[in-house]
């Protein structure tokens, strides 16, 4: 097959037919793409740290972090350089190949700047790949971020254009592109996707992966989470009074695996709502084209499987860390690569 750039062009119908696929064919599909592009055995580690915890004056729904929640989490300042980078020395110990840091920010103060791009700095020069996520950036914050080595800033969509307003309302989808436009102009890489499970139809699921699919140019990383019910938040609470059903296994898988065919280059992270997942729901997702996760055994503010539930589900299923080198390689090569498991 000739190398051709990935399409930007996808429609709605489109993307609704692959939905709609018999579950064998679309999972075929999938491994199809996903053989094409990554190695089949490999699934990428990162680990997160909430750097900057609570008091977030945004009012998304289903965030423990939001002041308009009441989960009980105390609104903490900025973590000392000192703590994140024994932090991320810990990450690295444990076999993870990217820090992920979080701060519940509307935005960064450009007075933060300088202390953010001091842990960038120390987290790469301990040989990890560098992630935060900070709420909306500036041209000009994202070009110091740049400059300080992060390699990559997750900002998500979180669901259709359409849902947004069921989501949040301190903000507008324009808002998270703006930001995303500044992001990739800035030369990082973007990390975009979103969670499903929040009340959202199957059409809402459609858009959503639409959006991201039809970004200039896709994310190199596209994180899907299943909503973790946080007591306390608009949507947890809607979730464990069952006013809302727990999303179905089978149409989470073919979520991720739609997102695989969509957007077949980028790494796609089966990310919050693991530590609730069965082993067998997990293998599926790695079949259907996730291959990334969060590793450790706490998110930002809730639990997360933890490593001793991955070495045994790895072992379980055959599958082997994927290196920061197997990456770099996988992206300079001239034709579709299989890294590392061939
Ligand atoms: N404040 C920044 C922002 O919103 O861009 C960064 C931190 S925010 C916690 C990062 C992402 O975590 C959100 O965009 C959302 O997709 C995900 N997230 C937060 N709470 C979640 C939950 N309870 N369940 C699933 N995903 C969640
Ligand atoms: C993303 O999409 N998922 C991660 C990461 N980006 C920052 C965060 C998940 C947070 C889950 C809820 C919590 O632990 O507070
Ligand atoms: Fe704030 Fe981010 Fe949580 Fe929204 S998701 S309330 S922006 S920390």
Redesign the pocket.
């Known amino acids: 097959m000739p190398m051709t750039d990935p399409r930007t062009d996808w429609t709605r119908a489109e993307i609704a037919a692959l939905f709609e696929l018999p579950f064998n064919d679309l999972l075929f599909e999938a491994q199809q793409v996903h053989r094409r592009w990554h190695a089949p055995n490999a699934v990428q580690l990162s680990t997160l740290l909430s750097i900057k915890t609570g008091g977030?004056?945004?009012?998304?729904g289903?965030?423990?972090?939001?002041?308009?929640?009441e989960s009980g989490l105390k609104a903490e300042k900025l973590m000392d350089v000192d703590a994140v980078l024994a932090a991320a020395g810990e990450a690295k110990a444990g076999g993870s190949g990217r820090f992920c840091m979080?701060?519940?920010?509307?935005n960064p103060k450009d007075r933060d700047i300088d202390a953010l791009c001091t842990m960038v700095a120390g987290v790469k020069a301990m040989g990890l790949e560098t992630c935060m996520?900070l709420?909306m950036l500036t041209a000009e914050q994202a070009g110091r971020l740049a400059e300080a080595g992060l390699d990559y800033y997750n900002h998500?969509l979180?669901s259709a254009p359409e849902y947004y307003g069921e989501v949040?309302q301190?903000?507008t989808y324009q808002d998270r592109l703006d930001t995303l436009s500044n992001v990739r102009a800035s030369g990082m890489a973007v990390c975009c996707g979103g969670i499903v499970g929040m009340g959202e139809t199957r059409a809402d699921r459609v858009g959503f992966l639409h959006a991201l699919a039809t970004l200039p140019a896709h994310p190199e990383s596209v994180p899907i989470n299943a909503l973790v019910p946080v007591e306390g938040t608009r949507m947890g609470d809607a979730l464990l009074a069952q006013d809302e059903a727990r999303i179905d296994d089978i149409e989470f898988v073919r979520t991720v695996a739609v997102a695989r065919v969509v957007m077949p280059r980028a790494m796609v992270r089966l990310s919050a709502g693991r530590e609730s997942m069965s082993e067998t729901c997990q293998a599926l997702c790695f079949l259907a084209g996730a291959n990334s996760i969060f590793t450790g055994d706490k998110l930002?503010t809730t639990g997360n499987a933890g490593a001793g539930a991955d070495a045994a589900l790895f072992a379980k299923l055959g599958l082997t860390p994927l290196t920061n080198d197997d990456i770099e390689d996988n992206k300079a090569a001239p034709e579709p690569a299989r890294v590392a498991a061939e």
Do not use: I
Not at 62 to 69: I, P, T, V
């Open positions: 977030c004056p945004e009012d998304c289903y965030c423990s972090q939001s002041a308009f929640a979080g701060a519940a920010w509307r996520t709420g998500n979180d949040v301190t903000r930002l």
